[in-house]
């Protein structure tokens, strides 16, 4: 049985000097089929984990990714809102190898 390899993250980065806040609405989110079709066979973090899972024969489990475009800080409920939601994706994934 292949090992299943839970895929995500979330992505900013973050320019400390920029004013204001990099807000919710701000960030692309994906999640499962979405997250594989959005990613796979880009030179992204996601893209080079979906295909090393590709090449080790692993079972790539897609679970939340999303991505800001370059901003100021992230806004406390921005993180707090996409971190719940990908602790959330991934406790329904598991068990998980990896």
Do not use: K, Q, Y
């Not at 900013?12 to 609405?25: D, I, K, P, V, Y």
């Not at 990714?65 to 598991?94: I, K, M, Y």
């Amino acid at each position: 049985m292949a090992r299943r390899i839970g895929i995500g993250g979330i992505w900013h980065e973050t320019n400390t000097f920029a004013r204001g806040l990099t807000s919710l609405a701000d960030f692309t989110v994906w999640r499962g089929a979405e997250l594989v079709e959005a990613h796979a066979g880009t030179g992204t973090e996601i893209g080079g984990a979906l295909e090393a899972c590709r090449r080790l024969g692993a079972r790539a489990t897609p679970l939340l990714a999303a991505s800001a475009l370059p901003g100021p800080t992230v806004a406390s409920d921005a993180r707090e809102v996409l971190w719940d939601r990908l602790l959330s994706e991934l406790r329904a994934a598991l068990p998980l190898d990896g």
